[in-house]
């Protein structure tokens, strides 16, 4: 998709005219910070058009940042930035908002670990949020769950653009470059460089303008509707935390070099020694043992501490130091019965496409042709065919197929799956058709 020049214009222009609805508007802006893009290129984004906020961490100053937004208007910009990496938790260590009439607030959630008094004041707004599914589990934690909400990722998604990140969107809608040269650090440490903060805030800064951008592509392409329904759907599912998976264990990487049983037994009960140690120090637990150390100790067994140390990930002086606690965990899977080794899971749903055709070649060709409708339909409509339907979806709609394929029982199967109605009509003639089997050729 191409650069459409009255998008980033109206943007340009609505940020100008926005901020006579901030409280500081008198001051001078911040210099770039509200420069109208031209020709030349996207203008770099380095201060918030207010200064960069200092983080509320007092009872008082979040009073303040309450009253300010329930005095403005118009949809909640929201962020959080999280740990990930460094520590053992997904919980929020900043949380930024920026709403017209209002400005932009950092609140620190590690003193207010409680934020209902806020959700309170800007939970009928809209919230905008960018890849919010990533970010709604840690703020619903802190008592943050949105009624109505506008995910910018997914609607870029939706809208047909090739690159949807934050920085990407809004070079190519807005005009203005933002540094993304702090997302993955270390949000949980104390004090929070400056430098950081002003690039928390700035991750809100845009954020209405490039929803008002979005918003106006889906309509043009016809599509709020279905972003709508997606939206919608995120509301009542995106605040639940991941799914606890029955053997976590199992997606060690580098696992898949690990034969035998008892081998496997060593990777389990290192992985649990490791994941206790990381929930007791709030660390990553990559930052605790890596993966590979894990696999490397799986495989060669060893029985001392010297053997153990010269394996690759076992250098550091803080993995030296748990080097009894390794031992253990291997000599406790050496000591199991044959009846408490590790056996391969049950599998859910189909089996890996790619053995569809020794096992079930009806089905094999069920799900190609499937996939043929999913792609041509998505290509149609400019969409990622990921988001008109998932490929488990598919997968599981193709191996299993209601006893009576017609339209009615295969849009029942899918709403099962939880597709939405926008891509049950999409799909629904040419996919039952692909599901309705040839006769056998004579």
């Known amino acids: 998709m191409t650069d459409e020049p009255p998008l980033r214009r109206r943007a340009a222009e609505s940020r100008t005219g926005n901020q006579a609805n901030h409280p500081s508007s008198a001051q001078p802006e911040p210099e770039d910070a509200g420069t109208e893009p031209t020709a030349d290129g996207p203008v770099p984004l380095i201060a918030p058009r207010e200064g960069t906020p200092q983080p509320v961490a007092t009872p008082r100053e979040l009073d303040e940042v309450l009253a300010r937004f329930a005095d403005g208007t118009g949809p909640v910009a929201l962020d959080a930035e999280r740990a990930s990496g460094y520590r053992y938790s997904q919980r929020a260590y900043l949380v930024q908002l920026r709403r017209a009439g209002a400005g932009t607030a950092l609140i620190d959630p590690l003193p207010l670990p409680d934020l209902t008094a806020l959700d309170k004041v800007i939970g009928e707004a809209e919230w905008v949020l960018h890849a919010a599914s990533q970010d709604l589990p840690c703020l619903a934690e802190l008592g943050l769950r949105p009624r109505r909400l506008f995910d910018t990722e997914l609607a870029a998604r939706l809208a047909g653009f090739e690159r949807v990140g934050l920085a990407a969107l809004t070079e190519q809608l807005l005009g203005f470059s933002l540094e993304k040269h702090h997302s993955a650090a270390d949000w949980s440490s104390r004090p929070l460089p400056e430098s950081w903060l002003t690039y928390a805030a700035l991750d809100v800064e845009m954020l209405t303008d490039l929803r008002d951008a979005l918003d106006e592509e889906l309509t043009r392409q016809g599509k709020s509707e279905w972003a709508a329904e997606e939206f ?136 190609a042709r499937c996939r043929e409708v999913v792609v041509r339909i998505a290509t149609e409509h400019n969409l990622p065919p990921e988001n008109l339907i998932t490929p488990d979806s598919v997968r599981r709609l193709a191996w299993v197929p209601p006893e009576e394929v017609d339209e009615e029982s295969v849009a029942e199967t899918l709403r099962g799956f939880n597709a939405r109605e926008w891509q049950i009509a999409l799909l629904l003639p040419d996919l039952t058709e692909a599901l309705t089997d040839p006769p056998p050729t004579p």
């Open 232 to 367: 919608a759907a995120l509301v009542r599912t995106g605040a639940r935390p991941p799914r606890v998976r029955a053997e976590p264990w199992r997606r060690t990487s580098g696992i898949h070099r690990v034969r035998g049983a008892r081998a496997q037994a060593r990777v389990r009960s290192l992985w649990y020694a490791r994941d206790q140690i990381a929930a007791r120090r709030d660390a990553a637990p990559g930052r605790v043992l890596p993966d590979s150390a894990i696999v490397a100790a799986a495989e060669l067994d060893p029985k001392d501490e010297k053997t153990l140390l010269t394996l690759p990930g076992f250098g550091g002086r803080s993995v030296r130091r748990l080097a009894r606690t390794w031992l253990a965990a291997l000599d406790d899977a050496r000591q199991l019965p044959d009846d408490a080794l590790p056996v391969a899971p049950a599998v859910e749903g189909p089996p890996p496409p790619h053995r569809w055709a020794e096992r079930d070649p009806v089905a094999a060709a069920r799900l």
